[in-house]
């Protein structure tokens, strides 16, 4: 299992340092949310302080959906899918796989993000950095489960690039709830235990319901 | 090792248009079998049912291995491997690295030595760290094929292996796959002469029915080719 992961991850994590599809589309677009967020709030009576998590968890929603299609566009180019489908291993498993690595991707684009966001909102997150980790974490992991599901779903369709966010992002609005109530808490130098606890529960019903139903997914 | 699959009465429909209609057959273990028909006449929905990749509408396949009749489908998928015209490899991949990873997913213990060797045999030594989107479309069906036997299999699914090759590497191919490679295929393929020629069993397909399933030793080229061209009567399409 392990090593199932780390096989899938360095070929992700190869393939997206290459190509950075991915992280363009998905860091650029984050760069103009972030943008048109700071925009819109220096010239509205909105609570400034409210903003940056606010902008953290929208640019985590729109941009990791991009980057979840582009990353499965990829598998279905040269119908890659075909042969991973023919591996000797149980789909389930590789659903965890796939699921590894795309977090990593997401994690590692909204922790570049959060020194921006720092920037644009003239946040100090020094201090209340720590205690961020768990709830994004967590947050991110319930996003990519979910995602990596829907994702599959949505493929076999000729509208996949129309579907996959009509379909994936009403999923994931109590992933994105819970993830937003840990952030701010965190924000404030508080822990949000319930908030940690709901995602660890999404997370499970999620991660399993993905372990069991993949290699019906994937058929075609 | 014996890997035998039964193809029982299978019918598989897509919406309203029939690929496959009533298909029964056996492949018995080392069955070099060419599977012949025209366009949408259902092979390369045979060979993605015989895969796994897709599950029929109608009718049943079962896999015996060893005599046991076989459930999981990764037990199953072990002991098959599939070319086809798409190369089901990385874009953004090396050779090399591809290898390597289909390698490691297949669970086939091969070193640098190994993958080096293996690109070796179909004349790609050389092109290992290039990128595979930068290598023209037949040297793609060359690595495409080293992927196909990384874990030797006991029976090779063929779709139109030779596409994008040039006259060379069809000889090279085809040679690996007549002298070294020792066990059986499905092979998908409009060249009646190529087909007849690497069979030892001859399936031809029209309008998603198998129409004959022959033993080459029971009919020369002539009589096979005129089998090909003719059409199926009217009594047996309707």
């Known amino acids: ?220 | 090792m014996s890997f035998e699959v039964h193809l029982d009465k299978i019918d598989k429909v897509y919406g309203e248009t029939w690929a496959l209609k009533g298909v029964s057959a056996t492949i018995q273990t080392g069955d070099r079998i060419t599977i012949v028909g025209h366009n949408g006449a259902g092979k390369s929905t045979l060979l993605g049912l015989t895969a796994t990749l897709t599950n029929p509408t109608r009718g049943t396949i079962c896999y015996e291995i060893d005599g046991t009749v076989a459930k999981d489908r990764g037990q199953i998928r072990r002991h098959m491997s599939m070319l086809s015209h798409s190369p089901m490899l990385y874009a953004d991949l090396t050779a090399r690295e591809n290898l390597k990873f289909f390698a490691g997913l297949y669970g086939v213990s091969t070193d640098h030595h190994g993958i080096d060797s293996r690109l070796e045999k179909v004349g790609m030594k050389a092109a290992g760290d290039t990128l595979f989107r930068a290598c023209s479309r037949g040297m793609q069906q060359r690595i495409s094929f080293a992927r196909a036997m990384l874990g030797d299999p006991d029976l090779l699914l063929l779709d139109e292996p030779f596409s994008g090759l040039d006259k060379k590497g069809t000889e090279r191919l085809k040679n690996i796959l007549m002298t070294e490679y020792r066990h059986g295929w499905l092979l998908v393929t409009h060249d009646l002469g190529q087909g007849y020629e690497m069979a030892n069993r001859l399936w031809i397909f029209k309008h998603g029915r198998l129409a004959h399933n022959l033993k080459k030793s029971e009919l020369d080229f002539k009589e096979y080719v005129s089998l090909c061209e003719a059409n199926l009567p009217e009594e047996v399409l309707r």
């Open chain 1, 1 to 220: 299992m392990p090593n199932l992961i780390l096989l899938m991850l360095s070929k992700d994590l190869r393939r997206e340092l290459r190509s950075k599809e991915v992280f363009l589309s998905s860091f650029l677009f984050s760069l103009i949310l972030l943008c048109i967020f700071y925009y819109a709030a220096t010239s509205s009576s909105v609570a400034f302080e409210k903003l940056p998590n606010t902008a953290l968890w929208i640019c985590i929603a729109f941009s990791g959906t991009i980057g979840l299609h582009r990353t499965h566009q990829a598998e279905l180019q040269n119908a890659c899918y075909k042969a991973l489908m023919m591996a000797p291993r149980d789909p389930g498993l590789l659903f965890l796989a796939k699921f590894a690595a795309n977090a990593t991707l997401l994690t590692i684009m909204s922790l570049l993000l959060l020194p921006l966001i720092a920037l644009f909102f003239n946040l100090d997150l020094g201090s209340n950095l720590l205690k961020m980790i768990p709830g994004l974490v967590l947050g991110i992991a319930g996003f990519v489960a979910i995602g990596t599901l829907t994702v599959v779903i949505s493929a076999n369709t000729r509208i996949s690039d129309i579907l996959f966010p009509i379909i994936h992002l009403p999923l994931v609005v109590p992933v994105l709830i819970a993830g937003v109530n840990c952030t701010q808490k965190a924000m404030l130098g508080e822990i949000s235990w319930t908030g940690i606890q709901i995602l660890c529960v999404l997370n499970l019903v999620f991660l399993s319901l993905g372990f069991m139903t993949y290699a019906y997914l994937l058929e075609e």
